[in-house]
């Protein structure tokens, strides 16, 4: 069974520009999390999804943060514009239902 | 408020060594506590998942038990390979929608020494 696809692994930018992730989660799971992890901390949850809607995206920064999934399978998270206290590790997880995540490698992101 | 405390921050012990890990948490309406494993550079790793008070799993050299309010990790005659970051996460009710949350603590950062 493929696990959680993420891309890019790595992203170098400049703060102010804007970036975007990919998730492909596991097949048949209704459940995404995205989540930020900062270097020493443990996964803070941005946003949860439901299929394609939002069941909890109290933690995620609306004014430059956005999240969507389309047809309730793929999921992007955008930054726009990025901050320096941006740089972190993002990690998309999933679920069968609000059940055991399986997580994917994350993408590492530097903003300079 | 909940809130997911985990002790110590970081762990050596040599080979063989046995010890534990402990998760400590204030939540209303606990519906499980997870344990992952995370190696530099990649994601977190699923290892248990706990239900109920007074519950135990066992996997390897590793065994994770949960009381009302907390969850210990124990590691026996653990191995160099066995080194990594332990998170521990809580599973919450989201308000009264039905839904669920996952808190997760900071992790303990354990370095088994050969």
């Known amino acids: 069974e493929a696990g959680v696809a993420q891309s890019p692994r790595y992203k170098i930018i400049e703060k102010r520009q804007s970036v975007a992730f990919w998730c492909n989660p596991i097949?048949?799971?209704?459940?995404l999390y995205w989540y930020q992890q900062i270097l020493g901390q443990g996964p803070k949850l941005l946003i949860q999804?439901?299929?394609?809607?939002?069941?909890?995206d109290s933690q995620l920064p609306k004014d430059r943060f956005s999240a969507e999934r389309l047809k309730g399978v793929d999921s992007t998270l955008k930054i726009q514009p990025a901050k320096l206290e941006d740089s972190a590790v993002y990690l998309c997880?999933?679920?069968?239902?609000?059940?055991?995540?399986?997580f994917g490698p994350g993408t590492r992101l530097t903003v300079l | 408020e909940d809130q997911v405390t985990q002790s110590p921050e970081a762990l050596r012990l040599q080979e063989g060594e046995s010890s534990s890990l402990n998760c400590s948490y204030t939540v209303s309406g606990l519906r499980g506590l997870f344990w992952y494993r995370q190696d530099p550079g990649k994601g977190p790793e699923f290892l248990f998942t706990l239900y109920s008070a007074g519950e135990e799993k066992e996997k390897e050299r590793l065994k994770a038990t949960l009381t009302k309010k907390e969850s210990f990790l124990h590691i026996t005659a653990p191995k160099p390979e066995d080194s990594a970051t332990y998170l521990c996460a809580v599973q919450a009710r989201l308000h009264t929608s039905g839904t669920y949350k996952y808190i997760f603590g900071t992790g303990t950062r354990l370095k088994v020494l050969a």
């Open positions: 999804f439901q299929n394609n809607g939002v069941v909890d």
């Open positions: 997880a999933s679920s069968w239902a609000s059940d055991t995540q399986y």
């Open positions: 097949s048949g799971h209704a459940t």
